[in-house]
């Protein structure tokens, strides 16, 4: 029985290089985040109302984990919710079938208008009152495909 010889197998020959591997990565990330170069969101107001008398408001928090924390809250019609970003990645509150990827992840109930908060920074937030009832369902224009969705459930 003869011996192997040593050579590198024509597989990993062909394996792409650490470098490349590296340099597609980095094309990736340049990919997820294009989206804020193509949005213009900065002076989008749609979807901000004049809180209600009542002042009840509820917090939802964003982090760089990409949840919206709590994801799925039910609240009362005339409620503000506000949202903050505690963590340094960007992200928007967004219901809007026009920004969608996929479109179940944007619904709003009949008669309520489309909203999108466009960037909201680290240290930031933005609110949004909720004045007809039903099921919306958000999304954060960045991290849609990474699943970062919300519902908020009207009633
Ligand atoms: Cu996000």
């Given at each position: 029985m003869s011996k192997k010889p040593i050579i590198q197998s024509p597989d990993l020959a062909r394996a792409p290089s650490r470098r490349a591997i590296v340099l597609s990565l980095a094309s990736a990330t340049v990919a997820s985040l294009s989206p804020w170069a193509v949005?213009?969101?900065?002076?989008?107001?749609?979807?901000?109302l004049i809180e209600p008398a009542s002042g009840n408001t509820v917090r939802v928090d964003m982090n760089n984990a990409l949840q919206?924390?709590?994801d799925n809250i039910t609240i009362k019609i005339g409620t503000t919710v506000e949202w903050h970003n505690l963590e340094s990645y960007p992200h928007s509150v967004t219901a809007d079938p026009a920004l969608?990827?996929?479109?179940?992840?944007s619904k709003l109930p009949p008669g309520a208008k489309a909203f999108n908060s466009g960037r909201i920074n680290g240290g930031k937030s933005w609110r949004h009152t909720f004045t007809v009832a039903g099921a919306y369902h958000y999304f954060c224009i960045p991290h849609e495909g990474a699943g970062m969705l919300g519902t908020i459930i009207v009633s």
């Open positions: 949005q213009a969101m900065s002076n989008d107001t749609t979807g901000i919206f924390v709590p969608v990827q996929n479109p179940a992840n």
